[in-house]
């Protein structure tokens, strides 16, 4: 059984930094494409960032380029999303996904599972 479980988020003050954290189950983690989506309330969910299954490539969102960095770590199943500099625009509950070598990283419909998503407030 597949399955996705966030961590990391929280409350943190404008200009600090968190670390997500996305463990994998019941999937042969190398073959995945790994992203994270944001979705605050009453807005559409967005990819934040994404790293292909290689490890090679990555994509940002213009609104985080710089600040955030996805990482993966094969040996342990996870995905990282270190998240520095935090402004309050990037309240959102943060979600991880999985898609079966995706072929485009940054298109939401390419990802197979979900997980139920962590909560992260950034307050000034």
């Known amino acids: 059984q597949v399955q996705l479980v966030e961590s990391g988020g929280g409350l943190v003050q404008a200009g600090g930094s968190l670390r997500l954290s996305c463990a994998a189950s019941g999937l042969t983690f190398s073959s995945y494409g790994m992203a994270w989506f944001r979705q605050a309330p009453g807005k559409e969910r967005e990819v934040v960032a994404a790293i292909m299954w290689t490890g090679f490539s990555t994509y940002y969102s213009e609104s985080v380029r710089g600040r955030f960095v996805i990482s993966r770590d094969n040996a342990k199943n996870t995905v990282y999303l270190q998240m520095n500099s935090l402004k309050p625009e990037d309240t959102a509950v943060y979600y991880c996904?999985?898609?079966?070598?995706?072929?485009?990283?940054?298109?939401?419909?390419?990802?197979?599972?979900w997980g139920q998503g962590t909560q992260v407030t950034v307050s000034s």
């Open positions: 996904a999985a898609g079966y070598r995706v072929l485009r990283i940054d298109v939401l419909g390419g990802y197979n599972y």
